[in-house]
């Protein structure tokens, strides 16, 4: 896919978020795109999906710079069950992964079925 060319992380990034980190500095790059392929390069979040305007408000709300991983994994798991509370449609649980340096957590969260 790169053809021997240096790519940015930004022309990696997929129809999906995406996050990139920089191997040398260890620096987190956060990116998603649109539909039609325009990327949204951020500092702090990116949501996708069904319930995608109640995740907006939610993340806004909840999210802080530096939070540390026990408050992270708090925040992202309120915003999005919140979030799916609002929309039916956006489904019943989902995976967070918690992404250091050094290790990788993955939770699953369920939520009400009803």
């Known amino acids: 896919i790169h053809h021997g060319r240096q790519t940015k992380e930004w022309n990696q990034s997929s129809g999906i978020n995406a996050e990139y980190g920089d191997p040398k500095t260890d ?3 956060i990116a998603s795109t649109d ?8 500092n702090d979040f990116v949501v996708s999906g069904t319930c995608l305007e109640q995740l907006y408000g939610m993340c806004e709300t909840l999210y802080k710079p530096d939070m540390a991983p026990d408050e ?3 925040c992202i798991s309120q915003a999005l069950l919140n979030a799916q509370d609002r929309d039916a449609y956006s489904g019943w649980g989902g995976v967070v992964y918690i992404i250091e340096p050094n290790k990788i957590t993955k939770r699953t969260l369920k939520a009400r079925m009803d």
């Open 27 to 29: 620096e987190p790059f």
């Open 35 to 42: 539909l039609i392929g325009c990327p949204m390069v951020t």
């Open 72 to 74: 992270l994994f708090e």
